[in-house]
């Protein structure tokens, strides 16, 4: 450090939560002290952390600085108050009266962005401190920088990825063991990586909560997460995954918020969470276990790649102290990151919206003129198709049938046709193909 950034008064970090983020964070604080100071221009100093059980013990934080009262760590005027508590409430009131009181926050929490980052921005706005939130979508992997300030020249057309460790983790065990769900579903359990409410990985709902935030930063749209469309993993059998194979695919939990564009339609974007089958050569397809990557294309830039560890302390940390350095250079030095971007306005449309294509596995009857009456109900409906697969003779016989790209409702309306025809005995399965150009 110069003379004059040894003389800078340190700044100041509170934080609220010390739980498998927060003590990586005040871990690598102590660790990484001497380089940090540099980054920065100022010694970074920890001065009360928030927890809720004040006896657990904690490696790495002093006893002093712990405390039971999170409004005292929020009132504390410190320079930056870090928020990995997680949760709505009290973290959203304890961010709000933080701001409110001059303090920079950063926070990991995507369940309280995703549901109303409409108010923190604005607290942030009117007391002129910033609000970084790298680490609530993808974990360790600069992501949310990169679209709000990287990109912030070109046009985002597109994002796309895997976000959620635990059903990327489920899903490779399925494919690569040919494992049921209910089996994985226990070994996720069992190695501790499910959310204390299971139901929010697979149910895609922390998927949905990272893809709304993607979506707001990359169409400059305000999109919460009620906007998303969202199903999880629960109906994904091992049949689905044998079939995806045998066809060259594979099963990924996906995220996707894409422009959509038409001439005769309103514009808009579409936000989604679900299952989805993407060709083995796609790079997502080789995202395994508990990674996560993200698919961004750009107008200018073209298609990008942001591919890392998505979830676990130290990976959390590094998110939370890149953020760190940020804002406390700003407290050194002046400025402010940026604020809400939803100039765009776009409406955020309904999944019938969307373009994807469909892979149908049907149960037919199998005499003379079925295929040809399939056929008819994917044209009636605008659809059309772009492989089928027979197998079987006899009373009973597969058909799998892959389309090309159409929206959403068309396709959709095939298959309630599909489902009242005398040919078909059963619609076995439908499912999103994404990734194919
Ligand atoms: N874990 C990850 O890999 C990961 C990745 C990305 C983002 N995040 C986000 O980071 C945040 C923290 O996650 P985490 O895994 O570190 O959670 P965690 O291990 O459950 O830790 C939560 C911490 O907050 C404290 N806390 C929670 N509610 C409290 C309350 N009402 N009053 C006082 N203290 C309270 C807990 O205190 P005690 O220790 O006394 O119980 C604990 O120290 C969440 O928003 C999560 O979504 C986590």
Same mark, same amino acid.
């Given at each position: 450090?110069? &003379?004059?950034?040894?003389?800078?008064? +340190?700044? %100041?970090?509170?934080? #609220?939560? @010390?739980?498998?983020? !927060? =003590? *990586?964070?005040?871990?690598?604080?102590?660790?990484?002290?001497?380089?940090?100071?540099?980054?920065?221009?100022?010694?970074?100093?920890?001065?009360?952390?928030?927890?809720?059980?004040?006896?657990?013990?904690?490696?790495?934080?002093?006893?002093?600085?712990?405390?039971?009262?999170?409004?005292?760590?929020?009132?504390?005027?410190?320079?930056?108050?870090? &928020?990995?508590?997680?949760?709505?409430? +009290?973290? %959203?009131?304890?961010? #709000?009266? @933080?701001?409110?009181? !001059? =303090? *920079?926050?950063?926070?990991?929490?995507?369940?309280?962005?995703?549901?109303?980052?409409?108010?923190?921005?604005?607290?942030?706005?009117?007391?002129?401190?910033?609000?970084?939130?790298?680490?609530?979508?993808?974990?360790?992997?600069?992501?949310?920088?990169?679209?709000?300030?990287?990109?912030?020249?070109?046009?985002?057309?597109?994002?796309?990825?895997?976000?959620?460790?635990?059903?990327?983790?489920?899903?490779?065990?399925?494919?690569?063991?040919?494992?049921?769900?209910?089996?994985?579903?226990?070994?996720?359990?069992?190695?501790?990586?499910?959310?204390?409410?299971?139901?929010?990985?697979?149910?895609?709902?922390?998927?949905?909560?990272?893809?709304?935030?993607?979506?707001?930063?990359?169409?400059?749209?305000?999109?919460?997460?009620?906007?998303?469309?969202?199903?999880?993993?629960?109906?994904?059998?091992?049949?689905?995954?044998?079939?995806?194979?045998?066809?060259?695919?594979?099963?990924?939990?996906?995220?996707?918020?894409?422009?959509?564009?038409?001439?005769?339609?309103?514009?808009?974007?579409?936000?989604?969470?679900?299952?989805?089958?993407?060709?083995?050569?796609?790079?997502?397809?080789?995202?395994?276990?508990?990674?996560?990557?993200?698919?961004?294309?750009?107008?200018?830039?073209?298609?990008?790649?942001?591919?890392?560890?998505?979830?676990?302390?130290?990976?959390?940390?590094?998110?939370?102290?890149?953020?760190?350095?940020?804002?406390?250079?700003?407290?050194?030095?002046?400025?402010?990151?940026?604020?809400?971007?939803?100039?765009?306005?776009?409406?955020?449309?309904?999944?019938?919206?969307?373009?994807?294509?469909?892979?149908?596995?049907?149960?037919?009857?199998?005499?003379?003129?079925?295929?040809?009456?399939?056929?008819?109900?994917?044209?009636?409906?605008?659809?059309?198709?772009?492989?089928?697969?027979?197998?079987?003779?006899?009373?009973?016989?597969?058909?799998?049938?892959?389309?090309?790209?159409?929206?959403?409702?068309?396709?959709?309306?095939?298959?309630?046709?599909?489902?009242?025809?005398?040919?078909?005995?059963?619609?076995?399965?439908?499912?999103?193909?994404?990734?194919?150009?």
């Amino acid at each position: 450090m110069s &003379e004059r950034d040894k003389s800078a008064p +340190p700044i %100041r970090i509170a934080m #609220l939560g @010390a739980g498998t983020v !927060g =003590s *990586s964070i005040a871990r690598l604080l102590t660790r990484h002290q001497h380089d940090l100071a540099h980054r920065v221009g100022a010694n970074l100093e920890l001065i009360s952390v928030g927890v809720k059980d004040i006896n657990k013990p904690r490696e790495g934080i002093p006893q002093s600085l712990l405390t039971q009262d999170l409004e005292s760590v929020a009132l504390s005027r410190a320079d930056i108050v870090i &928020e990995v508590m997680g949760g709505i409430e +009290p973290a %959203r009131t304890l961010i #709000l009266a @933080a701001m409110n009181a !001059g =303090s *920079s926050v950063i926070t990991a929490n995507k369940a309280l962005m995703a549901e109303d980052g409409a108010a923190l921005y604005s607290a942030a706005e009117e007391s002129g401190v910033d609000l970084y939130f790298e680490a609530a979508v993808a974990g360790a992997i600069p992501l949310i920088r990169p679209l709000r300030e990287s990109l912030a020249g070109d046009r985002v057309t597109k994002v796309m990825g895997i976000v959620n460790g635990t059903t990327n983790f489920m899903l490779t065990k399925m494919d690569e063991e040919g494992a049921e769900y209910d089996e994985v579903f226990a070994e996720a359990d069992s190695l501790g990586y499910l959310e204390a409410d299971p139901s929010l990985d697979v149910d895609g709902i922390d998927a949905a909560a990272k893809a709304a935030i993607l979506a707001e930063l990359a169409f400059h749209t305000r999109v919460t997460l009620a906007d998303v469309y969202c199903e999880g993993i629960g109906s994904v059998t091992k049949a689905d995954i044998t079939a995806a194979r045998d066809m060259g695919f594979v099963i990924k939990l996906l995220a996707i918020a894409e422009l959509i564009s038409t001439d005769d339609l309103e514009d808009g974007i579409v936000v989604r969470v679900h299952p989805a089958m993407i060709p083995l050569n796609h790079p997502l397809a080789n995202v395994r276990g508990s990674f996560n990557a993200v698919f961004v294309h750009a107008e200018a830039a073209g298609e990008m790649m942001f591919y890392g560890r998505g979830a676990g302390g130290d990976p959390t940390a590094s998110a939370v102290l890149g953020d760190v350095v940020a804002a406390a250079r700003h407290r050194v030095l002046g400025g402010r990151g940026p604020g809400e971007s939803t100039y765009s306005g776009l409406k955020v449309l309904d999944i019938g919206r969307a373009e994807t294509r469909y892979y149908v596995n049907l149960d037919v009857r199998d005499r003379p003129g079925v295929l040809a009456q399939i056929a008819n109900a994917f044209a009636a409906n605008g659809v059309s198709i772009q492989v089928v697969r027979q197998d079987g003779h006899g009373y009973e016989a597969g058909l799998i049938v892959r389309t090309h790209r159409g929206s959403e409702a068309a396709l959709r309306a095939t298959v309630v046709q599909l489902e009242s025809m005398d040919e078909v005995r059963k619609v076995v399965g439908v499912m999103r193909v994404e990734g194919e150009e």
